[in-house]
């Protein structure tokens, strides 16, 4: 499932996100499934790793994609 900005705008119309909508979102970018996101799968998305990924190990795991949700 492609994620677009669309499809994650649509997920968070209220002012606090539930875990549960921040999974859905994490799901989108994780094409593969393996539990993290790695450049390849948030470059297609139009933004960088470099931004989210602060350990610099070159993917995001769900807790990280939380922190900057």
């Known amino acids: 499932m492609k994620c677009s900005p669309i499809r994650l705008c649509g997920l968070f119309k209220e002012k606090e996100s539930s875990l549960e909508k921040v999974k859905e ?23 960088t790793i470099q931004v989210y990924d602060k350990n610099e190990d070159g993917k995001i795991d769900f807790s990280k994609f939380v922190e900057f949700m």
């Open 25 to 47: 979102a994490f799901l989108m970018f994780n094409e593969n499934g393996d539990g993290f996101i790695d450049a390849a799968e948030l470059e297609e998305s139009g933004n």
